[in-house]
């Protein structure tokens, strides 16, 4: 059954706002994006006045997963400071709000933002898989390292964060959608022994994702705490590129372990990921280390090696910095195929050198998130 954006409209109609009107007739609905039984708007309001529609939010939410045929309701609040208007209080304006959702007391002097954190329940431990700008295979190494800590014996999944363009579905050829749980939780596809999400699941390749700032932490929140992950060693979070607020907030108010950030050798791109390591030291995030990705070519026919992007930057770079160097993986046509095809290098090679290379830079991260959880 075809759900359509009328029965939405509907069923919001009878959905009542904090000014006593019907939301319909409220202002403050975004375009509605109906595709497949997946339902995905916002509710745009004054940042003043934001913790009286959250509940309307929630009302929202639940109307509109009535309707026969839906099967993912994404609904986030955004709240903004108009003109004029009064500043808001310091908290979160998203779809879910974690930090006073799952608050429990906390000790003197706990101010940085882990301690803020809730636990996903059954996860032990959640990274991120960062990088300071796009293009720089940092989705490709994000898989692979997932399958490379797969191969030393932990339970992992892969979560895709990156809402605007997200690469997953493609590079695990993945077509199917994901289903929902008894307790409306959605359940992550399983391929090649990781449980996955991505948004890109739930859209067309070819959608645009054309959302603001809070409305990408209210989806990407929820497909972290609404989704049926089951017991993982590790969850490992392909980030958006950059270092803007989806990355800020979403590093605030997820129970981060560590982050692995990702460059290719040359200057411009470590500009940018020195960018990434300063916005995760700020909110007390360890950093893991960092991955010089596309290092050097090495010729297939004749072995001749050629540093295209110059080379050893990365490792310059976290030895100035003072975090550790991970790993170095080449440019090379396999790792480019692989991915292209659905079927990464670490499951389609597993004995070749690349997969050798990632399980190699799994195992360092196994090492840097056993001492900061020692240390914690």
Known sequence: MSVTQQQVLDALAGVVSPRGVALTNANVLSAITVTD????????????????????????ENAVRAIPGVSVAMIALTAERRAGSAAAP???????QPAAAHRHPQPPGAGSPMARQA????????????SGKGGVGKSTTALNLALGLRDLGLRVGLLDADIYGPSVPRLTGIREKPQLSDDKKMIPLERFGLSIMSIGFLVEEDTAMIWRGPMVMSAITQMLRDVAWGTLDVLVVDMPPGTGDAQLTLAQNVPLK??????????????????????????????LGIVENMSYFQCPHCGTRSDIFGHGGARHE??????????????????????????????????????????????KVREQLQSVIAAA
Do not use: C
């Not at 745009?44 to 009302?59: F, G, K, L, P």
């Not at 310091?90 to 879910?96: C, H, L, T, Y």
């Not at 636990?119 to 960062?130: L, M, R, Y």
């Not at 050798?265 to 916005?279: E, F, K, V």
């Open 119 to 130: 636990e996903i329940p059954g996860i032990s431990a959640v990274i991120a898989v960062a």
């Open 90 to 96: 310091s908290r979160p304006a998203g779809g879910v």
């Open 318 to 363: 976290a030895e100035r910095l003072g975090v550790p160097f991970l790993g170095e993986v080449p440019l090379h046509m396999a790792i480019r195929t692989t991915s292209d095809s659905g079927n990464p290098v670490v499951a389609s090679e597993p004995d070749g050198p690349h997969a050798a290379i990632y399980r190699e830079i799994g195992a």
């Open 258 to 287: 560590g982050a692995v950030i990702i460059s290719t050798p040359q200057d411009l791109s470590l500009i940018d990921a020195r960018r990434g390591l300063a916005m995760f030291k700020k909110v007390n995030v360890p950093v």
């Open 37 to 60: 039984g997946k339902v995905f708007f916002s509710i745009n309001v004054d940042a003043a006045e934001a913790r009286a529609w959250e509940s309307v939010r929630v009302q929202a």
